[in-house]
């Protein structure tokens, strides 16, 4: 097990991809930025790769099926935390289709971290707000390196 800690995110690599959490630092301070969330705001990300998702989604979510990112908002009175975002690394290389399997992670890592701030897609409106800011954010990330 891998635990790094940075100021905005507390990093568990559970699998044997080599990804570094300076690939999610930028996203994560863009998104906390266009929020007008408090700076010292702070995520923990999970990545896995062994289908330990699939328990989480059938027993918070009740959905009995394997899923590429999972997330859960915190709500603690005085604290930054945003929530937990966890992320199965055998999905996301399954579903990439062109892009490397760092940018599929990202792209994973900005729809849940918008989950954590309660943005949902299970209602015509909340999918087309969703949407929209998943399409801002990463336009605002891919004027920079996505491949850092």
Same mark, same amino acid.
Request: proline residues 1%; aromatic residues 8%; negative net charge.
């Given at each position: 097990?891998?635990?790094?800690?940075?100021?905005? =995110?507390?990093?568990?690599?559970?699998?044997? &991809?080599? #990804?570094?959490?300076?690939?999610?630092?930028?996203?994560?301070?863009? #998104?906390?930025?266009?929020? !007008?969330?408090?700076? $010292?705001?702070?995520?923990?990300?999970? +990545? !896995?790769?062994?289908?330990? =998702?699939?328990? +989480?989604?059938?027993?918070?979510?009740?959905?009995?099926? =394997?899923? $590429?990112?999972? !997330?859960?908002?915190?709500?603690?009175?005085?604290?930054?935390?945003?929530? $937990?975002?966890?992320?199965?690394?055998? #999905?996301?290389?399954?579903?990439?289709?062109?892009?490397? +399997?760092?940018?599929?992670?990202? =792209? +994973?890592?900005?729809?849940?971290?918008?989950?954590?701030?309660?943005?949902?897609?299970? !209602?015509?409106?909340?999918?087309?707000?969703?949407?929209?800011? &998943?399409?801002?954010?990463?336009?605002?990330?891919?004027?920079? $390196?996505?491949?850092?």
């Amino acid at each position: 097990m891998n635990i790094r800690k940075t100021k905005s =995110i507390l990093f568990n690599n559970n699998t044997q &991809e080599k #990804v570094r959490i300076d690939h999610f630092l930028r996203i994560f301070e863009i #998104v906390i930025h266009g929020e !007008s969330l408090h700076p $010292d705001s702070f995520v923990n990300l999970t +990545l !896995s790769e062994d289908g330990s =998702i699939k328990k +989480l989604n059938k027993k918070y979510l009740a959905r009995d099926e =394997i899923t $590429d990112v999972i !997330s859960f908002t915190a709500d603690i009175p005085g604290v930054n935390f945003l929530g $937990d975002i966890i992320i199965d690394t055998y #999905v996301a290389r399954q579903q990439k289709e062109s892009r490397t +399997l760092i940018e599929e992670l990202q =792209i +994973l890592f900005l729809h849940g971290l918008l989950h954590c701030l309660d943005y949902d897609h299970l !209602s015509v409106e909340g999918k087309k707000l969703m949407c929209y800011k &998943e399409d801002m954010y990463l336009k605002k990330f891919t004027g920079e $390196d996505i491949k850092s």
